[in-house]
């Protein structure tokens, strides 16, 4: 049966009329989903590296509209090492709450990350690395956990590129926590 010829048959308009209904018919659409990164800059004994915090959100704005206050970062360094909050973008549009504290128990060039990132959703995806390279996350550096959760984890700023050498370089539970990092929920501001 032809459907184009220039008189449309009985069997042809129903076809037609239905399947312009359906292309008209208003569908579930599923907006494009992406992870969202901020990284404040720091450095350690000299090392200059990113912590990144990435959340699974379409775009920036969608980020910021859950947001509901400063990124939190602490950062746990050896016992004597040297920390600086060297630059900062404004995250998810409250900026970052950066503190760091010494670790007697940490090894020389290891630190101890956590990162709160707080949102009205609980449920959306957070992805937080430690780079000292500046070369983005490198293999078992990844911590990911949800919004108003801390992400802890452990990874090697002594210069060293992590890839590969599977030392210090992972990420690790709350059990991995260490005495030296403030992870108390944060207060109501």
């Not at 990144?52 to 602490?74: F, K």
């Not at 430690?130 to 078992?140: K, L, M």
């Not at 990092?181 to 109501?188: D, E, N, Y």
């Amino acid at each position: 049966m032809n459907c184009l010829a220039p008189r449309l048959g009985r069997r042809c308009l129903p076809r037609l009329l239905a399947g312009g209904a359906l292309a008209l018919a208003p569908r579930a659409a599923r907006a494009g989903r992406g992870w969202c990164r901020v990284d404040p800059v720091v450095r350690v004994d000299g090392q200059t590296c990113h912590i990144t915090t990435a959340a699974d959100v379409p775009n920036r704005p969608q980020a910021r509209d859950l947001s509901t206050g400063p990124i939190r970062v602490a950062v746990a360094v050896p016992t004597g090492a040297r920390f600086e909050h060297v630059a900062s973008d404004d995250g998810f549009g409250y900026g970052y709450a950066v503190t760091s504290a010494e670790d007697g128990k940490l090894p020389a060039g290891a630190v101890e990350v956590a990162i709160y990132v707080p949102m009205t959703d609980g449920a959306v995806p957070i992805r937080a690395w430690f780079d000292a390279r500046g070369n983005g996350p490198h293999a078992g550096t990844v911590a990911e956990g949800t919004a108003n959760a801390w992400l802890i984890f452990r990874a090697t700023a002594g210069g060293q590129d992590c890839r590969g050498n599977g030392q210090g370089c992972r990420s690790e539970g709350p059990e991995a926590r260490s005495s030296g990092l403030s992870t108390a929920p944060p207060t109501p501001s």
